[in-house]
């Protein structure tokens, strides 16, 4: 577990997110909050039909990585390991509605490894988890996957019987074309940062009256 792991675990219940806007005034962290857009979200019954219900995600990520253009609901960013090596990183959000189990199997379902040394870090807190796993590069560029999965809501009128509306957080890390990423930058580095960004990372309901 890294050290900044260790500092934002340690408020984790309620005051997870103070700890990272501390961070963030040191220059190290700062809090992000991307909105799923709402089509196509999950539909509504009941007294609320008509609408629909989006997630909305929380992460942190390091105050270093230069924040570039990116559609609704995403965000990414361009992270510079050294000269030689760079990678971009986008995250996304999304609500989706699949049988209630723990949390750690969904994102184990979702993110298969292809070895154990390809997964990079995992985590579990309470009905929240996340892992990040090293794919087969291609073409000589390193790619990472990581997947955070929390349950969004139990509410009957938006989830059937013996399922939840989940929200995933997926992150995808890509070096760029002709770059030199030895191990140290993904393995030591990346990948674990990666994990920091999502092992406080938090998800909202939000709703939106259908068009």
């Keep these: 577990?890294?050290?900044?792991?260790?500092?934002?675990?340690?408020?984790?219940?309620?005051?997870?997110?103070?700890?990272?806007?501390?961070?963030?005034?040191?220059?190290?962290?700062?809090?992000?909050?991307?909105?799923?857009?709402?089509?196509?979200?999950?539909?509504?019954?009941?007294?609320?039909?008509?609408?629909?219900?989006?997630?909305?995600?929380?992460?942190?990520?390091?105050?270093?990585?230069?924040?570039?253009?990116?559609?609704?609901?995403?965000?990414?960013?361009?992270?510079?390991?050294?000269?030689?090596?760079?990678y971009t990183v986008t995250y996304t959000v999304k609500s989706v509605l699949a049988p209630s189990q723990d949390a750690s199997s969904y994102v184990t379902a979702g993110l298969p490894s292809p070895s154990a040394r390809h997964l990079l870090d995992s985590g579990v807190h309470g009905s929240r988890a996340f892992r990040v796993v090293r794919q087969t590069g291609i073409g000589g560029r390193v790619h990472l996957d990581a997947l955070w999965a929390g349950v969004l809501t139990k509410r009957?009128?938006?989830?059937?019987?013996?399922?939840?509306?989940?929200?995933?957080?997926?992150v995808t890390a890509v070096s760029r074309a002709g770059d030199e990423c030895h191990s140290g930058t993904w393995r030591q580095a990346l990948g674990p940062t990666i994990g920091d960004s999502l092992a406080v990372a938090r998800t909202m309901l939000h709703f939106t009256k259908s068009a």
């Excluded at 309620?14 to 539909?43: D, H, I, M, N, Y």
């Excluded at 009957?156 to 997926?170: K, L, N, S, Y």
């Design 1 to 86: 577990m890294t050290l900044v792991r260790t500092c934002l675990l340690a408020s984790a219940v309620g005051l997870a997110f103070a700890a990272s806007a501390a961070a963030a005034q040191r220059g190290v962290f700062e809090t992000r909050t991307f909105a799923e857009p709402a089509k196509p979200g999950l539909a509504v019954t009941g007294a609320l039909s008509g609408y629909r219900v989006t997630s909305v995600g929380r992460v942190i990520v390091p105050t270093s990585w230069r924040s570039l253009a990116a559609p609704a609901g995403t965000l990414r960013f361009l992270t510079v390991n050294n000269p030689s090596c760079r």
């Design 156 to 170: 009957t009128d938006i989830a059937p019987a013996g399922q939840v509306a989940w929200t995933e957080i997926r």
